[in-house]
């Protein structure tokens, strides 16, 4: 299972190198990884989305909050939670296709940022699972390149768990 990880860090030099360092020690893969400062001066909010049961992530956790500089860990996993990615994607697109691409991207709410003579650059953000779709429906024109952020996440105040309502609106 995949797990989420949303951690808090003292904004000091080698911080992203120790953790990747403890996590590489023990043979543990980091799937996704985004850092930015957080809401507090001199802090950095990790997320981070790490493969393994809930034993190998509580084990992760301890070993987390022994770093010095590791303020707080919080598994949020199975929180409510806003998550996104931002992707940009650049397609082949010749004139008889450009057109076609444009209406696809505007379908997935996606922004053209780029156009060269043969190519359309968009840029998509949202939930992982609009990376994967766009990218499926694009393939058959061919992707030259892409570049994805990790995913950020932040815990739902309201407590609305959107996984949950996608499942029953799957149902009806």
Known sequence: MKHTLSVLVEDEAGVLTRIAGLFARRGFNIESLAVGPAEQVGVSRITMVVPGDDKIIEQLTKQLYKLINVLKVQDITEIPCVERELML??????????SEIIELAQIFRARVV????????????????????????????GIK????????????????????????????
């Open 145 to 172: 390149e892409i570049a994805r952020t990790g995913k950020l996440a932040m815990t739902r105040e309201s407590g609305v768990n959107t996984e949950f309502l996608k499942s029953l609106e799957a149902k009806v």
């Open 89 to 98: 994607l650049k397609v082949n697109a010749a004139s008889g296709t450009r």
């Open 114 to 141: 780029d156009i060269g003579d043969d190519t359309l650059t968009l840029e998509v953000v949202g939930d992982p699972g609009k990376m994967v779709a766009i990218v499926q429906v694009l393939n058959r024109f």
